[in-house]
C-alpha cells in the first residue's frame, strides 16, 4: 500500500514537472525589466499573488498609454499556477466593468489592441493546461494592432508554442521564429527579454 502511494506520489510529481516545462512557464522574461522602476513599483504594490490581481495592477494592465510589453512583463513576473489561478477571469470582470459591457463579445469591441493582448496572456498564464481560448484572443489582438507591435505578435506565438506543446512539437520552435523573423514588425519589447524567451525555444529547434 505504501510502495503505491510513493509511486503515485512520484507521478504526480514528474507529470506538474513537465508542465512546469513549457513556453508558458519556463520564460522569465519579464527578469528583464527588473531595472525598470514602472514594472517594478507595479509588482511591489501587487505584492504576492494568492490573493489575486490588486485593482492597481489591472488599472496598469489596462492602459493602452503603458507600453505594452512592460505590463506583458508585470503578467510574466506575476506568473503562473499549477493548479489555475482566477487572475485571467478576475482580469476579465475588471475589463468588462471598466469597458462597460456585458460579455467577452461586447468587450472585443470595445477594447483596444494591446489590452486585448494582456488579457489573452493573463487568460493564459492562469490555466496553461488548456490555452486555446487564449489563443484566439492574442490573434484577435495581432488582426486588431493597426502598429504591428512585436509583442503582441510575439506573446501570440508564445501561446502558440503553448498549445502545439502538447499537439506537434515540431510547430513549438517555427511559430515564435516565424516572429522573430518577420521584420515588418515595430521591435518594442527589450532585447534581453526575446533573448530569455528564445533560449527556451531554442530547444525545440531539433524537432
Same mark, same amino acid.
Given at each position: 500500500?505504501?510502495?503505491?502511494?510513493?509511486?503515485?506520489?512520484?507521478?504526480?510529481?514528474?507529470?506538474?514537472?513537465?508542465?512546469?516545462?513549457?513556453?508558458?512557464?519556463?520564460?522569465?522574461? /519579464?527578469?528583464?525589466?527588473?531595472?525598470?522602476?514602472?514594472?517594478?513599483?507595479?509588482?511591489?504594490?501587487? /505584492? /504576492?499573488?494568492?490573493?489575486?490581481?490588486? =485593482?492597481? =495592477?489591472?488599472?496598469?494592465?489596462?492602459?493602452?498609454?503603458?507600453?505594452?510589453?512592460?505590463?506583458?512583463?508585470?503578467?510574466?513576473?506575476?506568473?503562473?499556477?499549477?493548479?489555475?489561478?482566477?487572475?485571467?477571469?478576475?482580469?476579465?470582470?475588471?475589463?468588462?466593468?471598466?469597458?462597460?459591457?456585458?460579455?467577452?463579445? /461586447?468587450?472585443?469591441?470595445?477594447?483596444?489592441?494591446?489590452?486585448?493582448?494582456?488579457?489573452?496572456?493573463?487568460?493564459?498564464?492562469?490555466?496553461?493546461?488548456?490555452?486555446?481560448?487564449?489563443?484566439?484572443?492574442?490573434?484577435?489582438?495581432?488582426?486588431?494592432?493597426?502598429?504591428?507591435?512585436? =509583442?503582441?505578435?510575439?506573446?501570440?506565438?508564445?501561446?502558440?508554442?503553448?498549445?502545439?506543446?502538447?499537439?506537434?512539437?515540431?510547430?513549438?520552435?517555427?511559430?515564435?521564429?516565424?516572429?522573430?523573423?518577420?521584420?515588418?514588425?515595430?521591435?518594442?519589447?527589450?532585447?534581453?527579454?526575446?533573448?530569455?524567451?528564445?533560449?527556451?525555444?531554442?530547444?525545440?529547434?531539433?524537432?
Amino acid at each position: 500500500m505504501k510502495r503505491t502511494f510513493f509511486l503515485l506520489a512520484a507521478a504526480m510529481m514528474w507529470a506538474a514537472a513537465c508542465w512546469a516545462d513549457s513556453p508558458l512557464t519556463s520564460c522569465d522574461f /519579464g527578469d528583464a525589466y527588473n531595472d525598470d522602476a514602472t514594472v517594478m513599483r507595479i509588482m511591489e504594490q501587487q /505584492g /504576492g499573488v494568492a490573493d489575486g490581481l490588486k =485593482t492597481s =495592477t489591472m488599472e496598469f494592465l489596462a492602459d493602452p498609454k503603458v507600453n505594452v510589453a512592460q505590463r506583458m512583463a508585470v503578467v510574466n513576473k506575476i506568473g503562473w499556477n499549477f493548479d489555475g489561478l482566477g487572475n485571467g477571469k478576475q482580469f476579465f470582470e475588471y475589463l468588462k466593468t471598466r469597458f462597460k459591457v456585458k460579455d467577452e463579445k /461586447g468587450l472585443l469591441k470595445k477594447i483596444d489592441a494591446s489590452t486585448l493582448s494582456v488579457y489573452a496572456y493573463t487568460l493564459a498564464m492562469s490555466n496553461y493546461f488548456v490555452v486555446e481560448h487564449a489563443q484566439e484572443l492574442a490573434h484577435e489582438a495581432v488582426k486588431k494592432d493597426k502598429v504591428h507591435s512585436f =509583442t503582441i505578435a510575439f506573446i501570440a506565438s508564445l501561446i502558440d508554442a503553448q498549445h502545439y506543446l502538447h499537439n506537434d512539437w515540431s510547430m513549438v520552435y517555427s511559430v515564435v521564429a516565424n516572429v522573430i523573423n518577420d521584420g515588418s514588425l515595430r521591435v518594442d519589447m527589450r532585447q534581453e527579454a526575446i533573448d530569455i524567451v528564445m533560449e527556451y525555444i531554442d530547444l525545440y529547434k531539433k524537432y
